[in-house]
């Protein structure tokens, strides 16, 4: 079974950093795209960003420019580099990788914490 471990999260002040980390296990699974998403409470889970496994990456518009995702094929883990944090940047941030064929995010992190205040 493929598993993935989030760690990172925590409490930061407006305009921080944060920098949060997924680590994959499991068997010899190994993930063409891994993304993050963030979800806060009472709202819809939101596509944060994506990386493939050539590096290619993918970004919501609300996080451009301050976040930054990348991987590390030799560990199996992700991460994502989160700069000038707003209030609204809190969520829990969750990891997910696509299935074997490529088609939908599958496997899911347990998530961590982020929360930014002001």
């Known amino acids: 079974q493929v598993q993935l471990v989030e760690s990172g999260g925590g409490l930061v002040q407006s305009g921080g950093s944060l920098r949060l980390s997924c680590a994959a296990s499991?068997?010899?699974?190994?993930?063409?795209?891994m993304g993050w998403f963030r979800q806060a409470p009472g709202k819809e889970r939101e596509f944060v960003t994506a990386?493939?496994?050539?590096?290619?990456?993918y970004y919501a518009d609300s996080v451009k420019g301050r976040f930054t995702i990348s991987r590390d094929n030799t560990k199996n883990t992700v991460y994502l580099q989160m700069n000038s944090l707003k209030p609204e940047d809190t969520a829990v941030y969750l990891c997910?990788?696509?299935?074997?064929?490529?088609?939908?995010?599958?496997?899911w992190g347990q998530g961590t914490q982020v929360t930014v205040s002001s």
């Open positions: 997910a990788s696509k299935g074997f064929r490529g088609i939908s995010y599958i496997y």
């Open positions: 990386i493939t496994w050539s590096g290619g990456t």
């Open positions: 499991g068997g010899t699974f190994r993930s063409y795209v």
